[in-house]
DNA sequence: CTAGTGATTCCCT
DNA sequence: GGGAATCACTAGC
């Protein structure tokens, strides 16, 4: 069996270039996630960079902690975490090795699996909601804690792989302002996506939520 | 379509 | 203790 050409795997020297080179050439990548039901594969339509300590933005700007972890170590690998009490995000860290810079999954198209992911996904009202925005991309895949840390690189069988796809050329590519990144970490326009892709996710600016009850 | 709000847990200060 | 790289749901236009 020989690999279709845009199902051959992204080798780690992919990642271990600096992030804001990263994450454009992600757009129209395919995510694949193997489950015992089958391949879950999703062609990636919106990202955002996070560039290590110097990024207000960052989970790694003050330094290194338990969960940050994965951020610091060595490209292609899977940085997930949890987030407002209910969701899991997931991150592919890049390079290089200690500047922890990582690149969000923020959208996609599901090109295989649709089933399988309208089974997490029960709240979609349409196949184009299964993975817009980075918490249903996450659900969709079933990523969880358990996938921190994964190598999308491994030659041996992984839980996730991320294969060549067919990159999407530099006219159809937009940049904007990060979704939810507050003070100076959102004036970078370290977000891309696909042009006038339908799985992009709404942009939200950045609202700092009053606590209910008190004034 | 936009705007507002509750949900719910973990992390870090 | 405060807030978080979000989502689902509702109301209103």
Redesign the pocket.
Known sequence: MIAPPDRIPLPRKFFDRPVLEVAPDLLGRLLVRSTPDGPITVRLTEV?A?DGPNDP????Y??R????EV?FGPPGHV?V???????F?M?LVCGPEGRAS?V?L?AGEVVEGADLARER?A??RNDR?LA??????A?ALGIDRALNGTDVCATAATPLRILTGTPVVAGRVRSGP?????GDGGVHPWRYWIDDDPTV??Y?A???????GSS
Do not use: D, Q
């Not at 902690?65 to 940050?68: H, S």
């Not at 950045?206 to 209910?212: D, G, L, Q």
């Open positions: 955002e996070y933005g960052s989970h790694a003050r330094g902690t338990p969960r940050n951020m940085y975490y949890f987030t407002y009490g209910m969701w995000c991150n990582a969000l923020r996904r709240a979609a909601e817009k925005g980075p918490a249903r991309l659900t990060r979704t939810g990144v507050s996710s709404p939200r950045h609202v700092p939520r009053r606590r209910s």
